[in-house]
Structures are given as structure tokens and as C-alpha cells.
């Protein structure tokens, strides 16, 4: 199973080591043709100003939001979680995002009391010990449309409760930065999301497609 990871900017190589490792094979996406050939897309954190200027001038803006909208699963991680946003605030005025999970994010969220910390979390959906999860100048969710799951919440300190990972569909993002642990179960669970989309639809849903048919 082939995934790429947005090529444009940022810690692009800690995500490709992070999903060989967690069974997929990963290349790098710079090009609509490259997009055109995965199964799952990962984009990185860096900075989304830049990464949205890029995906601008690597024609890659539309066929990134035409895959999502054919039901790409798509993972962002910080900068990465920014770009898949329905509504950005504090970007920059001509910054654009891809788009896909209804959410409002605001950029560099935590920066007003602390630029980057790290801190323990409860990840539903991830089973074992709570998640170590590192915050660059990260983003927070600031709120979330009725299709949204609330994967994770800051636990404790100023900023307690705020949402940092959350689920739509095929699509997953997270405020922090998994691919820098060396913890594998972010990476894990998308590779799972990828599996599920390529395999078609559960054998629940086809029946239930069948029923109103
Ligand atoms: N502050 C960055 C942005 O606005 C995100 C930081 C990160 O990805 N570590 O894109």
C-alpha cells in the first residue's frame, strides 16, 4: 500500500520513516502525477503559510482538494492539521487550505502562554499507555461541525480541554507531532484508515446501500 507525504515543506522525512514503520510504503508527493498514484496522503508540519504558497505554485491546491472530496484518507499533523481546515484564523490573508474536516483551528494557538511543550493525552481510538505528544507552535481546534469526533484533548495546565485531535470520515489530523516520538500508533491507525478505504465499503454499509436501493 502506497502513501505520500506532501513534499512541500517541512519534517517530511520523519513521516516517511514513521509509516515504512508502520507497515506502508511511503513516497514523497511534490507533483499531481505522484498525488495521482497514492492511496493515503500524510500532510507534515512546517509552516502552512509557506506549504500553502507551494501547493499554490505546485498546481497542487485543486487535485489535493478533488482527491479528498473522491475520499483520500488524508492524516495532518500541526501545520498539516492547519491546511485541512475548514477555517483558519490568525493565517496569513492569502493563506489557503486544502480543506475536508469541518473544523474552525486557530494557528499558533498555544503561542500566547507557551510556544512548545510536551505533555501526556488520552487518544480514543489508540489503545495502551496515554500518548506522549509534542507542540511546535501549534494549532488548536477551536470548534467542530456535527460530523467531527474529538480524538484528544489537552489534559490540565492553561490549556486545559482544548481539542488537538479529531477524526472525519477518512480524514484525521492532530495538533502535534507523532512522527517525532517514535511512538507508531497515530501512524498506525491511519495506515488502518488507508487499508479500510482501499478494501471498499464494509459489508454493513453495501447492505445498507442495497436496502434503500
Ligand atoms: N505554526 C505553524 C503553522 O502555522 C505550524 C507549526 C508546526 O507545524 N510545527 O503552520
Same mark, same amino acid.
Given at each position: 500500500m502506497v502513501i505520500g507525504v506532501l513534499a512541500l515543506q517541512g519534517d517530511v522525512r520523519e513521516h516517511l520513516h514513521a509509516l515504512n514503520a508502520a507497515g506502508a510504503s511511503a513516497i514523497p508527493v511534490r507533483r499531481p502525477a505522484e498525488l495521482a498514484a497514492v492511496e493515503g496522503l500524510v500532510v507534515p508540519g512546517g509552516e502552512s503559510t509557506t506549504m500553502s504558497r507551494l501547493a499554490g505554485v505546485f498546481g497542487l491546491l485543486e487535485p489535493v482538494r478533488a482527491r479528498i472530496a473522491g475520499g483520500l484518507p488524508v492524516y495532518g499533523s500541526c501545520a498539516g492539521m492547519i491546511m485541512l481546515a475548514r477555517t483558519v484564523l *490568525? =493565517?496569513? *490573508?492569502d493563506q489557503q487550505s486544502f480543506g475536508g474536516i469541518d473544523m474552525v483551528v486557530r494557528r499558533n494557538a498555544f503561542g500566547r502562554q507557551v510556544d512548545s511543550f510536551e505533555t501526556d493525552l488520552a487518544f480514543t481510538g489508540v489503545d495502551g499507555d496515554p500518548m506522549h505528544a509534542v507542540f511546535i507552535r501549534a494549532p488548536w481546534v477551536e470548534q467542530v461541525g456535527p460530523g467531527v469526533e474529538v480524538l484528544a484533548r489537552v489534559d490540565g495546565g492553561v490549556a486545559d480541554g482544548r481539542v488537538v485531535a479529531v477524526r472525519q470520515g477518512n480524514l484525521l489530523a492532530t495538533?502535534?507531532?507523532?512522527?517525532?516520538? =517514535? *511512538?507508531l500508533r497515530v501512524h498506525e491507525l491511519f495506515v488502518r484508515m488507508v487499508r479500510e478505504a482501499a478494501a471498499g465499503p464494509t459489508k454493513d454499509v453495501q447492505e445498507k446501500e442495497e436496502a434503500v436501493r
Open positions: *490568525d =493565517g496569513r *490573508d495538533s502535534f507531532h507523532p512522527e517525532l516520538t =517514535g *511512538d
